[in-house]
């Protein structure tokens, strides 16, 4: 009999008192936190676990003792107040952006545990007892931990630091796009990116044109074929990465470049990076005098890269290159067609990219330009 998957913990919410640390704070303000909690805590956000708190307790004061301790920067979006626990938790869940399902709570009052257990029954419970035996059970314990993964927690800080700037942004959205220095690199990938990149294949759905998994046997195979590229993209700006945020699969036939797959994060939305990634596609094409084709599945969620390929240029026009691909399409798969033009790099961020022609680099080089 086939194992039902174990749904991973994305956070882990922790109580303080006589859980996280020793002791209550407000009887005595120099509780501590014992050495297998603390190497607890830094295994868990190694392998990009975030943690967060729900404590009843004066914030100022519980997080002063956190930052004399060391810890503080290590979790994210807290809840220390005099709230109810299963509003912290939902609170803590809403600015993730994370499914219940995939939130844990540890706290050394059962009577917590038992509210949380019939207001959010979605979120798992820990004893405060069983704090160490943590990173020894499989929802806490990935199956790859990739460079993402290792610094998941600094990117979600960049993130609400980056909110914040936005909301006090006096002036257009290309304006504030172009206040944060953006970068944006699209290499090859290697061996070690192929974990991340398979994840991205498997769940993003608003910024995947055809919603097919790559396992990562498929990418690696890959890897070595001449014909291919597979191709990563990261990001990141002046308050911190973004982390790889998507991956392009092109393969190449003498008269067309077959995309395909491109599939972005939804969290690079906002500054356009799948029209970018199809502007710099289409013009390495033009360089190396060829069409391309872009496999496409229409679905309820991917509406927004649809529109990314139409204004594209992209269209479903028949062309005697098309004759080069496999007839052989999967269910639902659209192929679209584009003849190509060269393109400028885009306004809002600077981009470096390897050249995939043999052609001479020019003011269109858009890795050499940057943008004023």
Same mark, same amino acid.
């Given at each position: ?68 301790? #060391? ?11 005099? #709230? ?16 219940? !399902? ?20 979605? @979120? ?86 055809? #919603? ?8 690696? !195979? ?51 990076? !799948? ?93 050499? @330009?940057?943008?004023?």
């Amino acid at each position: 009999m086939s194992q039902t998957p174990v749904t991973m913990v994305k956070c882990l919410v922790w109580d303080l008192d006589n859980t996280l640390w020793t002791g209550t704070l407000l009887e005595d303000d120099t509780v501590s936190v014992p050495a297998a909690i603390r190497e607890t805590i830094i295994e868990l956000d190694a392998r990009g676990v975030l943690l967060s708190i729900a404590s009843r307790n004066d914030h100022d004061l519980a997080w002063a003792r956190l930052t004399e301790l #060391g810890l503080a920067e290590y979790f994210v979006a807290p809840q220390i107040g005099w #709230g109810r626990k299963p509003a912290s938790i939902r609170a803590i869940a809403d600015e993730l952006q994370f499914a219940l !399902g995939t939130i844990a709570f540890i706290d050394d009052q059962l009577t917590e545990h038992a509210e949380i257990n019939h207001h959010l029954p979605e @979120v798992r419970c820990y004893r405060a007892d069983q704090a160490t035996e943590l990173p020894g059970l499989p929802e806490f314990t990935p199956a790859a931990v990739t460079v993402d993964s290792r610094r998941r927690r600094q990117m979600y800080q960049a993130k609400f630091r980056r909110d914040t700037a936005r909301e006090g942004f006096q002036g257009a959205d290309e304006e504030f796009l172009r206040s944060l220095e953006l970068v944006m690199v699209i290499d090859r990938a290697g061996p070690e990116d192929i974990s991340r990149l398979e994840e991205l294949t498997l769940r993003t759905s608003q910024m995947n044109a055809t #919603g097919v998994h790559y396992s990562d046997a498929a990418l690696r !195979g890959l890897l070595d074929d001449p014909d291919h590229e597979v191709l990563v993209v990261s990001m990141s700006d002046r308050f911190g990465p973004h982390g790889a945020v998507g991956v392009l699969l092109l393969e190449r036939f003498p008269h067309v470049w077959h995309l395909k797959l491109l599939a972005t994060s939804c969290r690079v939305v906002s500054f356009g990076a !799948g029209a970018v990634l199809l502007r710099w596609i289409s013009d390495q094409a033009a360089r190396a005098g060829v069409h391309l084709a872009a496999d496409f599945r229409p679905t309820e969620r991917n509406r927004i890269m649809e529109v990314a390929y139409r204004f594209g240029g992209f269209a479903g026009e028949d062309c005697e290159c098309l004759a080069d691909l496999p007839a052989d399409r999967q269910d639902g798969v659209q192929l679209l067609h584009l003849r190509p033009e060269p393109a400028c790099p885009p306004a809002t961020l600077r981009l470096r990219a390897p050249s995939l022609t043999d052609a001479e680099p020019d003011l269109r080089d858009w890795s050499e @330009v940057v943008p004023a």
